[in-house]
């Protein structure tokens, strides 16, 4: 499969990535890579029926994930994988050289998380793991839709690093 975007979006399939998305990067197969949906079958079912019958969809666990991304069967598809937070691409990435861009799209606000975008909120953790990605050469973009500017994530970070890392970390 050749991965034609990666994007951490926690509401995973929706109009802007199905219309937005798809459309943009021509993408023909989505891949949501999640432990949780992959085990829930009422979840899994809910975004079968969201995705259009021209789309393919698989929806696995990281672990399942490499097997699933190089399986011969989608050796001809555009694969949008879609995760639900940072640490699930660290993850991956660990097991497959699967892309060399994040696109970071939508983490919603929880206790302890600070803004970076429109509906893109951080916590630590979550940070420090987009700092980790990008040192190992991962391209970190914000953006909600295809037309929106791309915001570069690490530098926002790193600008605002007293948010997210405290005031005597380097990195």
Known sequence: ??????????????????VGWVTYTGANHIVVINDTVAKNEMQRTLLEIAVPVHLRVTICTVDEAPSKINDVE?????????????????????????????????MKFSPGKKEVLKSVYLNTRDAITLLKLNECGIEIEGRMVPTDKKV???????????????KNEKN
């Open 1 to 18: 499969m050749q991965i034609v975007l990666a994007r951490i979006d926690d509401r995973l399939i929706h109009g802007q990535v199905v």
């Open 74 to 106: 989608f050796k001809n598809d555009k694969g949008l994988l879609l995760f639900t937070n940072p640490i699930d691409v660290q993850k991956l990435l660990g097991k497959c050289n699967a892309f060399e861009s994040l696109n970071v799209g939508g």
């Open 152 to 166: 570069d994530v690490v530098k926002y970070i790193k600008d605002h690093r007293e948010n997210f890392l405290g």
